[in-house]
């Protein structure tokens, strides 16, 4: 019987084993990746200041203080049920059942798949399994590739492929379909290229980002969109230009590339083959919260966070006594957020084991404020309105509680 088990061995389950096993708790965490550290592992870029954000080097860091306390860390164990006992919590894996008093899930985000005609061909993946062949295997995706999607996480990994040599023709919108159709939509791409615009390397978008967080600006910028793109890292990112086509017999070979209109439209006759030997696709991500339904736990839609997401409060506890939740289950966030909220969900278990540990509420106040000022200070960000997204998770929390 564990105090706590942790599913999840990202910046989010780690940083919260580290604040156990600082109080002693007999913690076990568990990851169905064969490396610790989530898509830490896949991380690499520059921040505004200057300093680059390294992945593999952040893990390392967390693992080297929970190695240091002893830390019992299980890799590729896939958890795939979780039962409610009389004592806690039940967590069936691949390698048998691992019972805890307590239950953090940090199970992170998947990928939203955008479908595409010749989707199917080899050498089309997501954008997600691009980070990961490049910075974690050191496998290259291709010679010559387009990114289908414009968003802050396929911009964020498009850069990271450039540093490791692969050449990247230029990102575009998907075509419009019942699946893509806020991702086609030339207007709302507007909204969340203004939120990454200051990483660009250009002072002249840089500036020009500060007037297009007005409405009307944005509009007039995406009817008068250069045919060419802008360029960002040397990489023209379109948005009035959409991938219809993903052509190939056995493999990829080519796309097929439009001119769209302002609201999304084809244009007839504005065909385009581009060569190519892979195509990225970039759907942006949801909380990969399944294991939480299993058991029960309360869900609310909320679209700011990026979909449905466990009913949690600001100590990152559900409404089921002894399950927490901490990381992008809890909302699309950075990993800095992720780490900050870990820790706090961390704090907050000891606290449910060792209610009268001195300085406890303390503690989980300043883990509280420190969740909030490194999410004040994020370079970038998945969704608008994400304190607003927190604040009606957090009411749904309340209201709960008292019905």
């Given at each position: 019987m564990y105090d706590v088990v942790i599913i999840g061995a990202g910046p989010a389950g780690l940083s919260a084993a580290i604040a156990c096993r600082e109080s002693k708790l007999h913690v076990l965490v568990m990851d169905e990746f064969p490396k610790p550290g989530g898509r830490l592992l896949g991380q690499l870029h520059?921040?505004?200041?200057?300093?680059?954000?390294?992945?593999?080097?952040?893990?390392?860091?967390?693992m080297d203080k929970a190695t240091a306390l002893n830390t019992e860390i299980k890799c590729g164990i896939s958890a795939h049920h979780i039962e409610k006992t009389d004592h806690g919590y039940a967590v069936h894996t691949n390698e048998g059942v691992f019972e805890s008093e307590n239950?953090?899930?940090?199970?992170?985000?998947?990928?939203?798949?955008?479908?595409?005609?010749?989707?199917?061909?080899?050498?089309?993946m997501s954008i997600g399994a691009a980070q990961v062949m490049t910075n974690v295997h050191r496998v290259r995706v291709?010679?010559?590739?387009?990114?289908?999607?414009?968003?802050?996480?396929?911009?964020?990994?498009?850069?990271?492929?450039?540093?490791?040599?692969?050449?990247?023709?230029?990102?575009?919108?998907?075509?419009?379909?019942?699946?893509?159709?806020?991702?086609?939509n030339p207007r709302k791409v507007m909204e969340g290229l203004v939120r990454i615009a200051h990483l660009a390397p250009s002072a002249f978008l840089r500036f020009g980002s500060k007037f297009a967080k007005a409405e009307w600006v944005r509009n007039i910028a995406v009817s008068f969109y250069p045919k060419g793109g802008v360029k960002m890292w040397g990489m023209p990112i379109h948005i009035r230009k959409a991938i219809v086509q993903i052509n190939g017999t056995e493999k990829v070979e080519s796309v097929t590339m439009c001119d769209i209109t302002a609201d999304?439209?084809?244009?007839?006759?504005?065909?385009?083959?581009?060569?190519?030997?892979?195509?990225?696709?970039?759907?942006?991500?949801?909380?990969?919260?399944?294991?939480?339904?299993?058991?029960?736990?309360?869900?609310?839609?909320?679209?700011?966070?990026?979909?449905h997401v466990p009913v949690h409060n600001e100590q990152m506890e559900t409404p089921l006594e002894g399950l927490f939740v901490a990381g992008?289950?809890?909302?699309?966030?950075?990993?800095?957020?992720?780490?900050?909220?870990g820790e706090l969900a961390g704090l907050s278990i000891v606290k449910q084991k060792l209610r009268d540990q001195?300085?406890?509420?303390?503690?989980?106040?300043?883990?509280?404020?420190?969740?909030?000022?490194?999410?004040?200070?994020?370079?970038?960000?998945?969704?608008?309105?994400?304190?607003?997204?927190?604040?009606?998770?957090?009411?749904?929390?309340?209201?709960?509680?008292?019905?």
């Amino acid at each position: 019987m564990y105090d706590v088990v942790i599913i999840g061995a990202g910046p989010a389950g780690l940083s919260a084993a580290i604040a156990c096993r600082e109080s002693k708790l007999h913690v076990l965490v568990m990851d169905e990746f064969p490396k610790p550290g989530g898509r830490l592992l896949g991380q690499l870029h520059q921040e505004p200041t200057g300093e680059w954000w390294n992945g593999i080097e952040e893990t390392k860091i967390l693992m080297d203080k929970a190695t240091a306390l002893n830390t019992e860390i299980k890799c590729g164990i896939s958890a795939h049920h979780i039962e409610k006992t009389d004592h806690g919590y039940a967590v069936h894996t691949n390698e048998g059942v691992f019972e805890s008093e307590n239950l953090l899930i940090a199970t992170g985000a998947a990928e939203t798949a955008a479908p595409i005609p010749g989707w199917t061909l080899p050498g089309v993946m997501s954008i997600g399994a691009a980070q990961v062949m490049t910075n974690v295997h050191r496998v290259r995706v291709g010679n010559k590739g387009v990114v289908v999607g414009v968003n802050v996480l396929s911009a964020a990994i498009a850069r990271e492929l450039q540093i490791a040599g692969v050449e990247l023709h230029s990102m575009a919108l998907p075509a419009s379909n019942v699946v893509t159709k806020d991702h086609a939509n030339p207007r709302k791409v507007m909204e969340g290229l203004v939120r990454i615009a200051h990483l660009a390397p250009s002072a002249f978008l840089r500036f020009g980002s500060k007037f297009a967080k007005a409405e009307w600006v944005r509009n007039i910028a995406v009817s008068f969109y250069p045919k060419g793109g802008v360029k960002m890292w040397g990489m023209p990112i379109h948005i009035r230009k959409a991938i219809v086509q993903i052509n190939g017999t056995e493999k990829v070979e080519s796309v097929t590339m439009c001119d769209i209109t302002a609201d999304g439209e084809i244009v007839k006759g504005s065909e385009k083959i581009i060569e190519v030997d892979f195509v990225c696709i970039a759907g942006g991500l949801y909380p990969l919260a399944e294991l939480a339904s299993v058991i029960g736990c309360p869900f609310k839609y909320v679209e700011e966070l990026g979909g449905h997401v466990p009913v949690h409060n600001e100590q990152m506890e559900t409404p089921l006594e002894g399950l927490f939740v901490a990381g992008n289950i809890t909302g699309i966030e950075s990993a800095k957020v992720a780490r900050a909220q870990g820790e706090l969900a961390g704090l907050s278990i000891v606290k449910q084991k060792l209610r009268d540990q001195k300085d406890i509420n303390a503690k989980i106040q300043q883990a509280v404020e420190n969740v909030k000022a490194v999410r004040e200070a994020a370079s970038i960000q998945f969704h608008p309105g994400i304190d607003e997204g927190r604040a009606k998770i957090e009411q749904a929390f309340d209201e709960y509680k008292i019905s």
